[in-house]
């Protein structure tokens, strides 16, 4: 259920991701977000090579170098209390619950509001699905970067976690 509010519109897969790479324009990436546009110009690369975080890119199979959104995947851990009532059943709560952090989401604005954000969203979520077969990922976790952008994801099916201002937390089945 939670799954199916994922799927981003994509019916005739037209559009892909990948890590980003050298042969991605990065310099042609605009999502009205300086921040966000300066990282992918300037940090993300980084970030690859000294192990902090991982980008991946969006485009249409048409056009692979011109980049439609984009987004981050880094280790993180988040303390049992902040789980919901009901959410942590089962979880020793003692421990550290280790997560994947969905970082510095953004779509090109020539691009917005056609889906491809919650098809990101789905993307992130499935790649992090098959790693979680390797290593311990109890959810995935987001910092929505205000009340308005937190809406995009509950609507996608996250949830608040709670001690955080705005951090929320999509469980892996
Ligand atoms: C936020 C962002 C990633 C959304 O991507 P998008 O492709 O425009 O969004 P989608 O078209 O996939 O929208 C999916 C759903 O979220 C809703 N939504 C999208 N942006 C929203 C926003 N800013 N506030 C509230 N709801 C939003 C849409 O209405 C849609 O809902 P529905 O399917 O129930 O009708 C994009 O607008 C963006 O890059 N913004 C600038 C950077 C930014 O704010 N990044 C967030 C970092 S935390």
Redesign the pocket.
Known sequence: MVQEKLE??DPDGQFETEVLSKKHDRNGFH???ET?DRYLKQIAGQDAKRGMAIAYVLFAKHDPQTIL?FYTLSCNSINFKTLPEGAGKKLPENRRIPVVLLG????NQS??????????LADAVKITTEASKQLGIYAVV????DE??E??YT??GFSRLEDYERRLFFRLK
């Open positions: 981003g519109f999502s009205g977000n966000l959104g510095q989401l953004a779509i691009v917005q509001g056609q889906g491809l954000g919650r098809k990101l987001v910092d929505a970067l308005e952008v809406k995009f609507r996608a």
